[in-house]
């Protein structure tokens, strides 16, 4: 599976960024796509996940009720709409899949990865 991560930027706190992950080179129902970050010095955290074929979403505490995953099925593209954006959200984010993750919040379960993209966060 490749994976192609895009839509990183600079931002205001307080606003919004949609970062894409398009995926080619497996049927994409059968994957878990992941998305996951890591800020500068930290390790790679846990953002949110949505199962291809089901819809199944989970999300990290800290972007509960402000982050969205979803999925296009033709344009074989998973989505991050971020919105009420914060400092503390600044981080490279990155698209990972997997066809049956252990679980679905460690990245060691996922196989495929993007290349990250960079999301800053202005105060």
């Known amino acids: 599976v490749q994976l192609q991560a895009s839509g990183g930027g600079l931002v205001q706190a307080g606003g919004s960024l949609r970062l894409s992950c398009a995926a080619s080179?497996?049927?994409?129902?059968?994957?878990?796509m992941g998305w996951f970050r890591q800020a500068p010095g930290k390790e790679r955290d846990f953002v949110a996940r949505i199962r291809w074929s089901t819809g199944n979403t989970d999300y990290g505490d800290s972007v509960k009720g402000r982050f969205t995953v979803s999925t296009d099925s033709v344009k074989k593209t998973v989505y991050l709409q971020m919105s009420n954006l914060r400092p503390e959200d600044t981080a490279v984010y990155y698209c990972?899949?997997?066809?049956?993750?252990?679980?679905?919040?460690?990245?060691?379960?996922?196989?495929?990865w993007g290349q990250g993209t960079q999301v800053t966060v202005s105060s």
């Open positions: 990972a899949a997997d066809p049956r993750p252990t679980t679905y919040y460690r990245d060691t379960d996922y196989i495929h």
């Open positions: 080179g497996r049927p994409v129902e059968t994957l878990t």
